[in-house]
């Protein structure tokens, strides 16, 4: 019995080692979506271009089970690198379910959108955020 757990340990502590350390980086392209949790990083292939989901700064969206003046909205933090130059961009999306406005930023075009979208009876944690996200040349 003792061997068969220190066999499960030494398993699981293998799996959870390698499956970390594969999932923080996601391999996109040009006009592809992709999705990223909060710092998780995409490399676009083909382009000497990166993009870092650093951190949702203000999400004031407003439920969609409630009637609001405002539709409110969410901002998120980036980290991009282009041809080596770090810099962090901090882009906003109005508060619509299906907004998916560019931005632009130097020579590429980000739309995005994040989810979930909130609903008054949840609180939405950092770990469950999602930026959806496709880059375009401008």
Known sequence: MRKFLTVLFILTTLSLLFGCAGTSTVNASLGKEFTLAIGKTANISGENLSIKFVDVTADSRCPSDVQCVWAGEVKVLLGITVNGSYQQ?????????????????????????????????????????????????S
């Not at 980000?110 to 609180?123: M, R, W």
């Open 89 to 137: 961009v901090e882009m906003t999306q109005p508060g619509l379910v299906d907004a998916r406005d560019g931005q632009p930023v130097g020579a590429y075009t980000y739309h995005f959108s994040v989810e979930p979208y909130p609903i008054s009876t949840k609180q939405i944690g950092k770990e469950d955020y999602r930026l959806k996200m496709t880059v375009s040349k």
